[in-house]
């Protein structure tokens, strides 16, 4: 076959040098011999591609990656006095919120990591810090990370249709704990469970005695299930969560469950309950939702049942409904059964002026059961969000709150309410 090949190359150089020859062109010589041997191809040089989402996203072969993440909260806040309070923590006041700096991303062969350090409440604390692996509908992450305990919970504070979360989840203690989590999502199906020990705060805690994180054995089970069909332009919800936790620290300073006036630049609660001796807590919630077009709504019940080991089982509740519009032709993000960043169709400086939403909020706690007397608290909430461009909003909101049994007055008065003022800007990447 090479001898066939050889002769035919031969054959096709002397025509070519016929027709030269009669053209005037310059002769052809053969090019010189190579032989035979086997030469190994050349391999492309590894290239790393940057993407810009926020902050340079950096993605090489083999599924690998990484992006740094950033967070920046501003707020300021007003809480309006009573008549008859003397309580100083209220009125106005300005913090830094969050300020969250981190990074994410994979290690080929669907492994990835996530780490963020937060700086809030003049302490650094480990918020979302875990690995994962993925493989087919299934991811399993191990390490610091939320519970999967509400819709509004487990959506990002950045993304929130108004500045603070529902009354009840900090009421209840909803927060990021160390633990093993598995989650299968297929279709509208999402489902998640996990096994968890306490936080990290409480497990790094390195004093002696019953306090110290060393002693500390509590655990708890976690699991949600979420569908969420898309029929037609409207992306549907519809969730419910259940939990178990076992506090193993019934010796300890017990537990409070209370809540500040709507904004967090006032440490003041008007409403809690007195300490408890909580052996085990169980709770559980329904959510639903819905994204069309401008329009979004959402609602979510949960109710919190603790065992008690010095009087009868304790029951608490709270619950919020929502409705919110863009004024400009966007929409509210939803992702993976939980809201997303909204992103401007026109942003500033791109024909447009970003996205403006409206939204309002009732919100409503109730830590009162027979003998335990904590409070009840009503809030109405409307907000204004302007986003100029995708990684960055200033909210500004305003609330007006009902009491019931909350904290007295200095004429013994405990039913009364507090108008609540709020704006922040937010950097999120």
Same mark, same amino acid.
């Given at each position: 076959?090479?001898?066939?090949?050889?002769?035919?190359?031969?054959?096709?150089?002397?025509?070519?040098?016929?027709?030269?020859?009669?053209?005037?062109?310059?002769?052809?010589?053969?090019?010189?011999?190579?032989?035979?041997?086997?030469?190994?191809?050349?391999?492309?040089?590894?290239?790393?591609?940057?993407?810009?989402?926020?902050?340079?996203?950096?993605?090489?072969?083999?599924?690998?990656?990484?992006?740094?993440?950033?967070?920046?909260?501003?707020?300021?806040?007003?809480?309006?006095?009573?008549? @008859?309070? *003397?309580?100083?923590? /209220? +009125?106005?006041? $300005?913090?830094? &919120?969050?300020?969250?700096?981190? %990074?994410?991303?994979?290690?080929?062969?669907?492994?990835?990591?996530?780490?963020?350090?937060?700086?809030?409440?003049?302490?650094?604390?480990?918020?979302?810090?875990?690995?994962?692996?993925?493989?087919?509908?299934?991811?399993?992450?191990?390490?610091?990370?939320?519970?999967?305990?509400?819709?509004?919970?487990?959506?990002?504070?950045?993304?929130?249709?108004?500045?603070?979360?529902?009354?009840?989840?900090?009421?209840?203690?909803?927060?990021?704990?160390?633990?093993?989590?598995?989650?299968?999502?297929?279709?509208?199906?999402?489902?998640?469970?996990?096994?968890?020990?306490?936080?990290?705060?409480?497990?790094?805690?390195?004093?002696?005695?019953?306090?110290?994180?060393?002693?500390?054995?509590?655990?708890?089970?976690?699991?949600?299930?979420?569908?969420?069909?898309?029929? @037609?332009? *409207?992306?549907?919800? /519809? +969730?419910?969560? $259940?939990?178990? &936790?076992?506090?193993?620290?019934? %010796?300890?300073?017990?537990?409070?469950?209370?809540?500040?006036?709507?904004?967090?630049?006032?440490?003041?609660?008007?409403?809690?309950?007195?300490?408890?001796?909580?052996?085990?807590?169980?709770?559980?919630?329904?959510?639903?939702?819905?994204?069309?077009?401008?329009?979004?709504?959402?609602?979510?019940?949960?109710?919190?049942?603790?065992?008690?080991?010095?009087?009868?089982?304790?029951?608490?509740?709270?619950?919020?409904?929502?409705?919110?519009?863009?004024?400009?032709?966007?929409?509210?993000?939803?992702?993976?059964?939980?809201?997303?960043?909204?992103?401007?169709?026109?942003?500033?400086?791109?024909?447009?002026?970003?996205?403006?939403?409206?939204?309002?909020?009732?919100?409503?706690?109730?830590?009162?059961?027979?003998?335990?007397?904590?409070?009840?608290?009503?809030?109405?909430?409307?907000?204004?969000?302007?986003?100029?461009?995708?990684?960055? &909003?200033?909210?500004?909101?305003?609330?007006?709150?009902?009491?019931?049994?909350?904290?007295?007055?200095?004429?013994?008065?405990?039913?009364?309410?507090?108008?609540?003022?709020?704006?922040?800007?937010?950097?999120?990447?």
């Amino acid at each position: 076959m090479r001898a066939e090949i050889a002769t035919l190359k031969a054959q096709l150089l002397r025509m070519e040098q016929r027709l030269d020859g009669a053209t005037g062109a310059p002769q052809r010589t053969a090019p010189p011999t190579t032989p035979p041997a086997t030469v190994a191809a050349a391999k492309p040089a590894p290239q790393t591609e940057i993407a810009w989402k926020g902050s340079p996203q950096f993605t090489a072969s083999g599924g690998r990656s990484f992006k740094a993440k950033g967070r920046i909260q501003t707020d300021v806040g007003y809480v309006g006095r009573p008549d @008859g309070s *003397t309580d100083r923590g /209220l +009125g106005y006041a $300005a913090e830094m &919120r969050r300020i969250r700096l981190g %990074g994410e991303g994979s290690l080929g062969a669907g492994i990835g990591y996530k780490l963020e350090l937060e700086l809030s409440d003049n302490g650094v604390d480990l918020v979302d810090t875990f690995v994962t692996y993925k493989t087919g509908p299934w991811q399993f992450a191990l390490g610091n990370q939320n519970q999967f305990q509400s819709l509004d919970e487990l959506t990002g504070d950045t993304s929130g249709s108004v500045m603070e979360r529902a009354a009840f989840t900090d009421a209840f203690s909803f927060e990021r704990r160390l633990g093993l989590a598995a989650q299968y999502e297929k279709a509208a199906w999402l489902l998640q469970a996990g096994l968890f020990s306490d936080d990290i705060t409480a497990l790094s805690n390195d004093s002696d005695g019953a306090s110290g994180g060393d002693e500390n054995n509590s655990y708890g089970l976690d699991g949600r299930l979420v569908y969420a069909p898309k029929l @037609g332009k *409207t992306q549907l919800h /519809l +969730g419910g969560s $259940a939990h178990w &936790r076992d506090l193993k620290r019934v %010796g300890d300073a017990g537990t409070r469950y209370r809540q500040r006036p709507y904004v967090h630049t006032s440490n003041t609660r008007l409403i809690g309950t007195s300490t408890l001796a909580v052996r085990d807590e169980a709770h559980y919630g329904l959510e639903a939702a819905f994204v069309r077009g401008r329009l979004h709504g959402a609602a979510e019940t949960h109710w919190l049942e603790s065992d008690l080991a010095t009087s009868p089982d304790a029951r608490f509740f709270g619950a919020y409904a929502e409705l919110g519009w863009f004024l400009t032709d966007d929409t509210r993000g939803y992702k993976s059964g939980i809201f997303d960043r909204a992103k401007p169709r026109k942003p500033l400086g791109g024909g447009g002026i970003g996205a403006l939403q409206v939204n309002a909020r009732y919100d409503h706690l109730d830590l009162n059961d027979g003998p335990i007397v904590g409070g009840r608290q009503d809030a109405l909430i409307a907000a204004l969000i302007w986003q100029p461009v995708e990684y960055l &909003r200033f909210n500004l909101n305003h609330a007006y709150l009902a009491y019931r049994d909350a904290t007295p007055l200095a004429d013994g008065d405990r039913d009364y309410g507090v108008h609540v003022t709020g704006a922040r800007m937010e950097l999120d990447f």
